[in-house]
């Protein structure tokens, strides 16, 4: 494991373990706040990882990410897990999860580690139990009589933990537990068979006042599909609607309604689009679509006046796809085309709505990627284009052929977006391409540049993968595309428009999240 000092990027990666088995497991982000509850910096503090020492045993180990020298490793907690030569952590530890009992305050991290019994991961043995960034190497973990790693935080105004929210699949029970301890719960729904988040309310990311979250869930039981509302100051769940079909996809916000989709599907889908009001309230009904098994649609984003979705065609081996709105106040007997036809689809992985002010819904832009993929002689060939246009549709950057906006490419309070430019290659990767800073505000773009000054060119047949760390410092993973040779690191500072190849001797290079 290497840390890079975000300080000075071009520093040689500084060596951290040599443990020739690691996982990571958790990290805390320090969210700085003004006076009035504002967020105004985000980057990371503590960081969490299993790691086996020199008998083959695990144990859980702690990073200081804050402190101004080279992280120590310090181990938490005295959990020791013995792991058989050779073999992978997740065979003991099965997976984890993260929360914190204050998310302001990154040191109050804790991790809920699923511990495989006798006979390996899901058998009679299994253990929960609980580890604290702040327990000391002599603190044994405390034991959680839960039987799932899958909960969900709630946080109040000030930033302290009010509850965790988890599906207990023996009982049928969607709970709702007080504390990290996980006693002591209330039952929030009955003969449940399946429950998620379909939106977590979390006013943390975005650049606005933290005023708490509150869960919007996705719940099925044997009578059907149901949404709940779960606030962060109540111990129940209230049921805000019954779905016709199923409860598809993820919700979308705009910091006044969430937006979510119910889809009935048989010989013809019917797909109806809903607002229910964050502030409270009956759902409200947008626009309800029919179409056949060769059409689909899904959620892009939203502004607090029309919700942005996109179509999905598929013909004859062919797709192409178009960019929608409907007017969030009222019901929609049609929709309003603002994008396309693209020939190709639009990624859903990649293509966001991003405020060119941070907190400010209204401003929200559409960072739009098309992927047109065509096929022969037994190779495929994968084409980008890229386009920003207002949530209403006028275009501020037309289609660009060779050009992709990376998924979560910068921290929410940056200012600016990444983009790839000149992409030559034909074999599916975004080889030959630069990165481009583009500020949010004007859609100027800047090249990242290395340190000798020259822009930085994607090598031919790899994928990149950057994701912003903090309010400007970044990083990622440069790697084959078809998982053959060594992958790279990358880290950049877009305040100063610098971008950092990081080679190891590794051939497999994971960045932490």
């Not at 706040?33 to 020199?54: K, Q, R, W």
């Not at 200081?64 to 907690?77: C, D, F, K, M, R």
């Not at 804790?110 to 299994?126: L, S």
């Not at 790839?420 to 090249?447: K, M, P």
Request: negative net charge; hydrophobic residues 35%; proline residues 5%.
């Amino acid at each position: 494991m290497f840390v890079i000092p975000s300080g000075n990027l071009a520093a040689a990666p500084a060596f951290v373990s040599s443990a020739a088995a690691t996982a990571y497991l958790a990290y805390g982000e320090q969210v700085t706040v003004s006076g009035s509850n504002v967020v105004t910096a985000l980057s990371p503090a503590t960081y969490m990882y299993a790691a086996i020492d020199n008998s083959n045993n695990i144990h859980v180990y702690g990073l200081n990410l804050a402190s101004s020298s080279t992280p120590e490793p310090v181990q938490i907690g005295s959990l020791s897990l013995p792991l058989t030569s050779g073999a992978a952590i997740n065979t003991v530890i099965c997976d984890s999860r993260q929360s914190q009992t204050n998310i302001l305050q990154p040191s109050t991290m804790f991790v809920v580690v699923h511990i495989a019994g006798t006979g390996g991961c899901n058998t009679t043995g299994d253990v929960w139990e609980v580890v604290h960034y702040t327990d000391s190497s002599g603190t044994a973990p405390a034991v959680a009589n839960i039987t799932s790693t899958q909960f969900n935080s709630l946080f109040g105004p000030g930033g302290a933990l009010t509850g965790l929210e988890l599906l207990d699949a023996g009982s049928g029970n969607l709970y709702l537990y007080p504390d990290d301890t996980f006693t002591t719960p209330a039952t929030l729904v009955t003969g449940v068979t399946g429950a998620s988040v379909l939106f977590d309310a979390d006013d943390v990311v975005g650049g606005v006042a933290f005023s708490g979250n509150e869960l919007f869930l996705a719940v099925t039981t044997a009578s059907g599909s149901f949404l709940y509302r779960l606030p962060h100051a109540s111990t129940t769940a209230t049921k805000e609607y019954t779905a016709t079909g199923s409860l598809s996809g993820s919700g979308i916000g705009d910091g006044t309604n969430m937006y979510f989709v119910d889809t009935t599907s048989a010989t013809t889908s019917t797909s109806t689009f809903w607002a229910e009001p964050l502030g409270g309230g009956a759902p409200t009904e947008l626009y309800s679509v029919s179409y056949p098994v060769s059409v689909s649609y899904d959620l892009l984003g939203a502004n607090a006046s029309v919700l942005v979705f996109y179509e999905t065609t598929i013909s004859g081996g062919a797709i192409t796809s178009n960019l929608l709105n409907v007017p969030v106040g009222s019901v929609s007997s049609s929709a309003t085309s603002i994008g396309g036809p693209y020939n190709g689809s639009i990624s859903a992985d990649s293509s966001f709505l991003q405020p060119t002010t941070a907190g400010d819904a209204s401003s929200r832009v559409v960072f739009l990627n098309v992927i047109q993929e065509t096929s022969g002689g037994g190779t495929t060939t994968i084409n980008y284009s890229s386009e920003v246009l207002t949530p209403t549709g006028t275009v501020k950057q037309s289609l660009t052929t060779n050009s992709v906006y990376p998924f979560a490419a910068t921290g929410p309070l940056s200012g600016s977006v990444l983009q790839i430019t000149g992409i030559t290659d034909t074999n599916g990767g975004y080889g030959g391409g630069s990165f481009n800073d583009v500020n949010l505000a004007t859609l100027n773009s800047t090249a990242l540049t290395t340190t000798g000054g020259a822009a930085y060119q994607v090598p031919a047949g790899d994928i990149s993968g950057l994701a912003g760390l903090a309010n400007t410092i970044g990083a990622g993973v440069i790697a084959p595309r078809t998982g053959a040779g060594a992958s790279q690191g990358a880290a950049y500072d877009l305040s100063k428009d610098l971008i950092v190849p990081i080679s190891l001797t590794n051939t497999s290079i994971t960045l932490f999240n």
